[in-house]
């Protein structure tokens, strides 16, 4: 059977087999599925047997962001589609997402829309952009200054232009990568948002994340995002033109100690506890007075 050589999936997993099967059973036999076994711990292997799939597995059990870049390198499309081990891809609207490629053969990423589920697979919302919209470079960043609301299963990647990006900058540990990723890819390269839900994206209620946010740790992954992206846009002059650096800076920090706070508050955790983690971390630079009333009323619940 002959395979697109447009379009594929990589898959980055780690062990967690039986929602892997669930991805690529909606996944079409004519698009190539490539997976990256994080550690080899495929041993269900013989449960997703088909032509079009391609299972890789690692020795060693990688970081997160080096198992998603050794998924991307098994890409060899022109474009590819990397979702979560535990997302979904709604593999008839691949075709669909094809003919959009061809219109916009130069942009960098497509963005579609995506469906938030829970572990159990149900609807929670849904995140999807308001028009199609073609932006080049570097106006595409804007839709992405305060962070990237697009999530995996629904973001198309030029395969030639995610590696001259550099993939996912592997000195993370657990976060910013992914979002420095997309915000350095659409300072370069165009970007096409497509205002059609194309995908899945699982969202855990006591996922790592939640615990991390709270955590000295996080917030030092955050610097470095805010210190990295702020190089790359004063290495761009049109870029360092168009954005406000100390504005971006506020918003990204504002926004995850907001989250932080209501991760503590559900936890029952103090004020005075809560004051001395928010004050042990770095200031946004130009927070309205608004936003200094959220931010110290969720400091007082």
């Known amino acids: 059977m002959e395979h697109s050589s447009l379009l594929s999936v990589c898959i980055p997993v780690y062990k967690r087999v039986e929602f892997l099967i669930k991805l690529v059973e909606k996944i079409p036999s004519t698009y190539d599925v490539n997976i990256s076994d994080n550690g080899g711990f495929l041993i269900q292997a013989d449960k997703i047997k088909a032509s079009n799939i391609r299972i890789s597995p690692s020795s060693s059990v990688l970081t997160m962001f080096e198992n998603w870049n050794r998924a991307a390198d098994l890409v060899t499309s022109d474009w590819f589609i990397i979702p979560g081990d535990d997302d979904i891809v709604f593999g008839d609207k691949l075709p669909q997402v094809e003919r959009y490629i061809e219109k916009y053969p130069d942009a960098g990423i497509i ?5 938030l589920i829970d572990g159990d697979g149900k609807v929670k919302g849904e995140w999807c952009p308001s028009e199609e919209l073609y932006l080049s470079q570097p106006h595409g960043f804007r839709p992405f200054s305060r962070g990237v609301p697009a999530r995996w299963p629904s973001i198309v990647f030029n395969s030639k232009k995610f590696r001259e990006t550099g993939g996912f900058d592997t000195s993370f540990k657990n976060t910013a990568s992914d979002s420095l990723l997309m915000q350095s890819m659409s300072l370069r390269f165009p970007v096409a948002f497509i205002p059609e839900i194309m995908g899945q994206y699982r969202v ?6 939640s615990k991390q946010i709270m ?38 920090v504002f926004s995850n100690q907001m989250f932080a706070l209501s991760r503590m508050n559900k936890s029952g955790i103090g004020r005075a506890e809560k004051r001395s983690f928010i004050n042990g971390l770095s200031r946004p630079r130009k927070l309205s007075w608004i936003d200094r009333l959220r931010l110290l009323r969720a400091l007082y619940m």
């Open 111 to 115: 963005v579609f829309g995506h469906e």
């Open 204 to 209: 855990w209620e006591d996922s790592g994340t």
């Open 215 to 252: 955590t000295n740790e996080w917030f030092e992954q955050i610097d470095m995002w805010i210190e990295k992206l702020s190089k790359e846009i004063s290495a761009n002059d049109d870029a360092s033109k168009l954005y406000d650096m100390d504005k971006i800076q506020t918003d990204i």
